[in-house]
């Protein structure tokens, strides 16, 4: 079955490490986002890709760096820069670019810094 | 800054009745609008969407309504059951271009059994 992966599911980071989070989708879409979810405060644009080797920055990208070398995976690294990193991260994907085209989301990662 | 908006941040319904979730808008270019269902530690789930040359659309069990003129747009969720208890999100287009969809803060829906 087609789907969007994102993994782990739990994620515990030390201060001061990177930690990278995986996305991976097999659905041919062409446009791939990453967003962070705190209670509260809905879904933030972090960063987003919409073909293969380009990517834009999302309204919170400080601290964060992401790759997009193949249109199926765009992995995302937090980086010991992100103050506060402990959230939940939600990875999407859509098949065209711009209106018309809805996200098609993965299950999350939750991460936690100890 | 988000331009997506909910009037209330929890709602709880008796089993059965009908579930009213509001958002409103304030970028009047906006022209395309999404709901999403969160269940609890999952990703987000499409439910409808409407374009601004709606006013109404009907799904299974839902009804999305637009009002431009006020710029303010309801789920409706029809007999709602205890599997509709999530958070609901609006998502809207419109700025420019191929920007991305910009999310409000989410309503959470509680179903009383």
């Known amino acids: 079955d087609g789907g969007i992966t994102q993994s782990p599911k739990y994620l515990f980071r030390k201060e001061g490490q990177n930690v990278t989070l995986s996305c991976e989708q097999n659905?041919?879409?062409?446009?791939m986002y990453w967003y962070r979810q705190d209670p509260g405060q809905g879904l933030r644009l972090i960063y987003y890709?919409?073909?293969?080797?380009?990517?834009q920055k999302g309204d919170i990208a400080e601290g964060y760096s992401v790759s997009r070398e193949k249109k199926e995976s765009f992995p995302l690294t937090v980086t010991s820069a992100q103050k506060n990193p402990t959230a939940f991260y939600l990875c999407?994907?859509?098949?065209?670019?711009?209106?018309?085209?809805?996200?098609?989301f993965g299950s999350g990662t939750r991460l936690t810094v100890v | 800054g988000e331009s997506v908006g909910l009037h209330l941040p929890t709602l709880s319904v008796q089993e059965g009745d009908n579930s009213i979730i509001n958002c409103a808008y304030s970028?009047?270019?906006?022209?395309?609008f999404i709901w999403y269902k969160q269940e609890s530690g999952k990703g987000p789930q499409f439910i409808i969407d409407?374009?601004?040359?709606?006013d109404k659309r009907q799904g299974q069990r839902v009804t999305v309504l637009l009002n431009k003129t006020v710029k303010h747009l309801s789920l409706q969720i029809a007999a709602t059951q205890p599997g509709d208890s999530a958070v609901y999100f609006c998502?809207?287009?419109?700025?420019?271009?191929?920007?991305?969809?910009?999310f409000g803060k989410g309503t959470r829906l509680s179903v009383i059994a």
């Open positions: 409407i374009r601004s040359n709606m």
């Open positions: 998502a809207e287009w419109g700025f420019s271009g191929n920007t991305p969809l910009v």
């Open positions: 999407a994907s859509q098949i065209g670019t711009g209106k018309g085209y809805g996200y098609t």
């Open positions: 970028n009047s270019a906006s022209d395309y």
């Open positions: 659905l041919n879409h062409d446009a």
């Open positions: 890709s919409q073909i293969v080797n380009d990517f």
